[in-house]
C-alpha cells in the first residue's frame, strides 16, 4: 500500500506511446480513423505469430523487410528533423520529428510487398482460374483501401503533414519493392540451405519457396491425411 508521503508527491506519470493514439473528444471519425492507426501494431502482431507457429522463411524474411524500414523511417527522421504539425498538440508520440511518416511507410512497405507477392509469389496450382484472380483482386482492394485510410488518419488526427505522409508512403512502396527482390533473387536460392542447418531443423524452420501456393498446398496434405486417419480408423473399428 502506497504511503501518505508517496500520494502527496505523485511522480509523473507516462503512457506506452506505441500504442497511444488521441482524437478529438466526441469525434467519431476520428475515434475510427484512431483505431487504423493500430493496424502496424496489429500487422506485428501477426507477424510474431505466424512466425512461431508457422517457422517458414519467407514470413521471417518479410517480417525483417518491415523491421529494416522501421529502422530507415527512423533514420531518415532523425537525419531530416521536420518538427510535426503544430496544431496536434498531442502528449504522447515516440519522437518529436514527423518526417516521414512512420505509419504510412509502414503500412505502404507492407501492402506493396504484399501485392507482389500475390501476383509474382503466388502461381494458379488449381483449375479455378476465375476464382483465384477474383479474390487476389478483392484482397488487392481491401488492402489499399487499409493503406489509404492508415495514411489520411495521421493527417485527419495531426500527427503528420500531408507531406510527411506522402514522403513516408513513397519510402515504404520503394522499400518493399527493393526488398521484395532482394528476397527472391538472393535470399530465396538460400533458403533450402539455411532450412537444412541442424538449428533450423531443431527449431522446424522450413522452406516453402518452391510451393508455388502454399494455402491450397496444406489443405490439399490436410484433407489427404485427415481421410487417410479415417480410413484406418475405420478399418480398426471394424
Known amino acids: 500500500m502506497a504511503s501518505e508521503e508517496q500520494c502527496s508527491a505523485p511522480p509523473r506519470w507516462r503512457s506506452i506511446s506505441l500504442t497511444h493514439v488521441e482524437y478529438p473528444a466526441g469525434d467519431l471519425t476520428g475515434q475510427v480513423l484512431a483505431c487504423m492507426s493500430l493496424l502496424p501494431i496489429a500487422i506485428l502482431v501477426g507477424f510474431v505469430t505466424l512466425i512461431v507457429f508457422k517457422r517458414e522463411l519467407h514470413t521471417i524474411s518479410f517480417f525483417g523487410g518491415l523491421i529494416m524500414n522501421e529502422g530507415l523511417n527512423w533514420l531518415l527522421k532523425h537525419i531530416l528533423q521536420e518538427p510535426r504539425p503544430c496544431g496536434g498538440g498531442h502528449t504522447s508520440v515516440t519522437t518529436e520529428y514527423g518526417m516521414p511518416s512512420s505509419h504510412s511507410q509502414f503500412i505502404w512497405f507492407f ?14 496450382t488449381n483449375n479455378a482460374r476465375c476464382v483465384e484472380l477474383l479474390w487476389r483482386h478483392i484482397l488487392s482492394i481491401i488492402l489499399l483501401a487499409v493503406a489509404l485510410s492508415v495514411s489520411y488518419s495521421r493527417v485527419y488526427l495531426l500527427y503528420h ?9 513513397v519510402a515504404g512502396m520503394v522499400m518493399g519493392v527493393v526488398w521484395f527482390f532482394i528476397t527472391q533473387e538472393v535470399l530465396t536460392p538460400l533458403f533450402p540451405k539455411i532450412a537444412a542447418w541442424p538449428i533450423s531443423e531443431f527449431f522446424l524452420v522450413r522452406d516453402t519457396s518452391l510451393i508455388p501456393n502454399i494455402l491450397w498446398f496444406e489443405y490439399t496434405v490436410t484433407r489427404s491425411e485427415a481421410r487417410n486417419r479415417q480410413r484406418k480408423l475405420g478399418t480398426k473399428l471394424q
Open 111 to 124: 501492402v506493396v510487398y504484399f501485392f507482389l507477392f500475390l501476383y509474382l509469389r503466388m502461381h494458379q
Open 161 to 169: 503533414t500531408w507531406s510527411q505522409v506522402i514522403y513516408g508512403g
